[in-house]
């Protein structure tokens, strides 16, 4: 892959109709967990390992036709979430290391795939910018059903959302991890601003 890649109409349209009232009617969806470079933003978040892919479809049974599709059979750990953006809300220049809470050693994903579920119609502001070492690779304005690859060790950033709406994209960073590693990613975790205690404790 050569920096991203685009899949344009990657599902029917009924499912990110789905998608989008499933996600906002879960408990977990609250003001993000993830750390302030994510400013106004919503959220909450999956951890798991590829041998409990099973036990995230009968949790969150709607996230299942974007794994299908979206996961690489070469990782092993995965870090999804979805991400609400509305007016004002922006994600600031980062690398994604999210594992990193659980293993101090994990190295930035092999891959990170985002699937663009909501855009407001005319959007000002919103693109997904893409960098490396300063140097940018791409603007990336979001398209509705679009389902978006790019190579895991960028920089990334979203410029702040300028109009009314919702901005809404279901996040995937994928790791290969090695088996050391492994062992100290839970199997399966939910990560979230509500209940945050008990949804830690389910490994």
Same mark, same amino acid.
């Given at each position: ?12 349209? !009924? ?24 400013? &106004?933003?919503?959220?909450?978040? +999956? ?21 299908? @599709? ?14 609400? @953006?509305? %007016? &004002?809300?922006?994600? !600031? ?28 119609? !005319?959007?000002?502001? &919103? %693109? ?9 690779? &791409? ?13 895991? !060790? ?16 279901? +996040? ?6 090695? %088996? ?9 975790? +939910? %990560? ?12």
């Amino acid at each position: 892959m050569k920096h991203y890649q685009l899949q344009a109409n990657a599902f029917p349209s !009924d499912y990110l109709n789905n998608l989008w009232g499933e996600i906002h009617a879960c408990s977990y969806f609250a003001i993000n967990n993830l750390n302030r470079d994510f400013v &106004g933003t919503k959220g909450f978040s +999956v951890v798991f390992q590829r041998s409990h892919i099973a036990k995230v479809e009968q949790q969150f049974p709607y996230f299942k036709s974007y794994m299908d @599709l979206a996961l690489q059979p070469n990782c092993n750990a995965f870090y999804l979430n979805p991400l609400l @953006l509305e %007016e &004002g809300s922006r994600v !600031d220049p980062h690398i994604d290391r999210s594992l990193r809470s659980y293993c101090k050693t994990v190295e930035p994903p092999a891959v990170v795939s985002v699937l663009y579920v909501r855009v407001p119609q !005319d959007m000002e502001g &919103g %693109e997904l910018v893409l960098k490396s070492h300063k140097r940018q690779l &791409g603007q990336i304005k979001p398209q509705m059903n679009t389902l978006l690859y790019f190579q895991g !060790d960028l920089t990334h950033s979203v410029n702040a959302v300028k109009t009314p709406g919702n901005r809404l994209s279901l +996040v995937c960073e994928q790791y290969t991890l090695s %088996e050391a590693e492994l062992q100290e990613i839970p199997p399966f975790t +939910v %990560e979230s601003r509500v209940a945050q205690s008990t949804t830690k404790k389910r490994k």
